[in-house]
């Protein structure tokens, strides 16, 4: 089993920012993919940010420029730096991870922006 604690989220005006964090514990032999995604009410989860194992990344549209996502393989975290926020960033942020194929999710973190 893989465990997911994040932190770092919270309220902040529009126009700040905040950084979210991700460290991944339990049965851990190589951790593939990570990504942050959000959700809110009433939408399915949605994918922000992913990066591979490589450092490869990937961004939605609507966070591209903005948000940077990053991973310490030695200690098994993930990062998400989100700048220049908006009110449409609010939601729940989660971590997700791939292990053997296995997705492991945390459970969450709220950010909310206000206008």
């Known amino acids: 089993q893989v465990q997911l604690v994040e932190s770092g989220g919270g309220l902040v005006q529009a126009g700040g920012s905040l950084r979210l964090s991700c460290a991944a514990s339990?049965?851990?032999?190589?951790?593939?993919?990570m990504a942050w995604y959000r959700q809110v009410p009433g939408k399915q989860r949605e994918v922000v940010a992913t990066?591979?194992?490589?450092?490869?990344?990937n961004y939605d549209t609507s966070v591209k420029g903005r948000f940077t996502i990053s991973r310490d393989n030695a200690k098994n975290t993930v990062t998400l730096q989100m700048n220049s926020l908006k009110p449409e960033d609010t939601g729940v942020y989660y971590c997700?991870?791939?292990?053997?194929?296995?997705?492991?999710w945390g459970r969450g973190t709220q950010v909310t922006v206000s206008s």
């Open positions: 997700k991870v791939v292990v053997m194929l296995s997705n492991y």
């Open positions: 990066i591979a194992r490589d450092r490869n990344t």
């Open positions: 339990g049965s851990i032999y190589t951790i593939n993919d």
